[in-house]
């Protein structure tokens, strides 16, 4: 995808540092784009830039802080050019039941994995409005379509962005701007490992349900079925179609379980027809 057939596209993508987010800037200038690859400390990624030369511009950006993002933004806009696709990948995890949750460090998870998305998306859409052209790519989870005991907090914030992508979607859609939620199952990264957070607190009453996920997601960390340089490849396909998919589910075991989860909920939604309808006004 590009604005001009003489130019490479121009990508912005949060969370660079390692991960999906590293994989999908190595892929992007590997085939000749432009990438800001950002992260927190810009360290971390002052080496794609070394390596890829002009291409490749190392950014810091937090997410958390407007500041940073702006000047982020205004960086890629003012040596590149513009922005044509735009990665909100930055995020992390957390394990508690929800009663062994901490109140800060659960609005900080929010902090990053909403309303870090919504800072980013407000400096960067401006930009892809005015041209009336762009991609925004979300990167949620398939704990984004289904939920599970230990990982609420988390599932909660992609459920969250889920609906902020809808809804941005219908609204961008006019402009020329499409908008992708990207729903990973296990990717091999450190989602699981040194990028994890979880509360302190254990209650024995949760220890065979959220205690019992809590101890094995960790458990996974390096052993995960998805490869993030796979995933990347995959995203950058749907970014460059005339039409990209509102959602693209990465991994086998996201496919099988989101087929899962949309049987059970019509499951539900049927056993109940009868019972849903009794609320309706009768017709006159």
């Known amino acids: 995808m590009s604005n001009d057939t003489h130019e490479s596209t121009v990508w912005l993508i949060t969370g660079c540092s390692s991960g999906l987010g590293r994989a999908l800037a190595e892929h992007a200038l590997e085939r000749g784009d432009r990438v800001a690859v950002t992260a ?4 971390a990624v002052a080496g794609l830039a070394r390596r890829y030369g002009d291409r490749a511009l190392a950014l810091r950006l937090d997410v958390t802080d407007p500041v940073s993002v702006t000047a982020a933004v205004q960086s890629c806009e003012e040596t590149f050019g513009r922005v044509d696709v735009l990665v909100n990948n930055a995020g992390y995890g957390y394990l508690a039941a929800i009663e062994e949750g901490e109140d800060a460090a659960v609005r900080s998870l929010y902090e990053t994995n909403v309303h870090g998305v919504v800072t980013v998306l407000k400096a960067v859409l401006p930009g892809m409005r005015a041209r009336r052209s762009g991609r925004v790519v979300n990167v949620s989870s398939f704990g984004g379509l289904a939920a599970f005991a230990g990982t609420g907090y988390y599932h909660a914030t992609k459920f969250a962005l889920e609906g902020l992508s809808e809804s941005l979607a219908a609204e961008l859609a006019p402009l020329g701007v499409a908008v992708t939620i990207v729903e990973p199952g296990g990717l ?5 490992g040194r990028s994890m957070r979880q509360s302190p607190t254990r209650l024995d009453d949760y220890e065979q349900t959220a205690g019992k996920r809590r101890d094995a997601t960790p ?4 052993r995960q079925p998805g490869d993030p340089a796979r995933a990347a490849a995959a995203i950058a396909t749907v ?3 005339a039409r990209p998919p509102l959602r693209l589910l990465l991994g086998s075991d996201a496919l099988a379980g989101a087929r899962a989860r949309v049987d059970r909920m ?4 049927d056993a109940d027809e009868a019972l849903t309808k009794t609320v309706d006004l009768e017709q006159a």
């Open 188 to 192: 091999r990264t450190q989602w699981a």
């Open 239 to 241: 970014v460059d179609r």
């Open 219 to 222: 458990a996974v960390s390096g």
């Open 40 to 43: 927190r400390d810009s360290t």
């Open 266 to 269: 019509r499951r539900e939604i």
